[in-house]
């Protein structure tokens, strides 16, 4: 309540810049919610909203550029989808109508390079290529009879690109 309580009093003046940190920290799932769509809304009002976050999938939700900074340096700036583009993960998670029992025919579809197995009705195919690649994957296994319901990218780009600029996990 307090970080809506924050929200609301910073827009009594009808500012055309606002300053936010950490603007989702410490809210249930619902409250994150109504904050994103509140800064979406300010956003599309023409306000300028500065966001600090260490949240980097709220991040994605909500922000049109990024900059990230480590140890006092900036490392990156640049639009969400261009990072996006730079540093995906290359994989997608997969939901089935039914339960996939059997594994090894999807292993075996071209440019997949990996298949974790969520649930008995959800994967994780981690694939090589592009958006290209990840059509015939898709295409590849609706004709071998999976009835998909969702084929959703894994988009961890934010987290790769901090990871990556910064040298790794040995140097956080």
């Given at each position: 309540?307090l970080q809506r309580l924050s929200l609301a009093?910073?827009?009594?003046?009808?500012?055309?810049?606002?300053?936010?940190?950490?603007?989702?920290?410490?809210?249930?799932?619902?409250?994150?919610?109504?904050?994103?769509?509140?800064?979406?809304?300010?956003?599309?009002?023409?306000?300028?909203?500065?966001?600090?976050?260490?949240?980097?999938?709220?991040?994605?939700?909500?922000?049109?550029?990024?900059?990230?900074?480590?140890?006092?340096?900036?490392?990156?700036?640049?639009?969400?989808?261009?990072?996006?583009?730079?540093?995906?993960?290359?994989?997608?998670?997969?939901?089935?109508?039914?339960?996939?029992?059997?594994?090894?025919?999807?292993?075996?579809?071209?440019?997949?390079?990996?298949?974790?197995?969520?649930?008995?009705?959800?994967?994780?195919?981690?694939?090589?290529?592009?958006?290209?690649?990840?059509?015939?994957?898709?295409?590849?296994?609706?004709?071998?009879?999976?009835?998909?319901?969702?084929?959703?990218?894994?988009?961890?780009?934010?987290?790769?690109?901090?990871?990556?600029?910064?040298?790794?996990?040995?140097?956080?």
């Amino acid at each position: 309540m307090l970080q809506r309580l924050s929200l609301a009093s910073a827009m009594v003046a009808n500012p055309s810049i606002l300053i936010l940190d950490e603007p989702t920290s410490g809210m249930d799932p619902q409250g994150m919610k109504e904050i994103r769509d509140i800064i979406k809304g300010l956003k599309k009002e023409g306000i300028l909203i500065f966001m600090s976050s260490h949240l980097l999938p709220e991040v994605t939700y909500v922000c049109d550029e990024v900059a990230m900074i480590n140890r006092g340096q900036l490392i990156l700036y640049d639009s969400i989808d261009n990072i996006g583009k730079k540093f995906s993960t290359h994989s997608v998670v997969v939901e089935f109508l039914n339960p996939v029992k059997d594994i090894r025919d999807i292993e075996n579809i071209d440019n997949i390079r990996a298949v974790t197995v969520i649930s008995s009705y959800k994967l994780r195919i981690s694939f090589s290529g592009g958006p290209e690649q990840q059509y015939e994957i898709l295409a590849a296994l609706i004709k071998q009879g999976y009835k998909v319901i969702s084929f959703q990218s894994e988009s961890l780009a934010l987290e790769e690109a901090y990871v990556k600029l910064i040298g790794g996990d040995n140097n956080v």
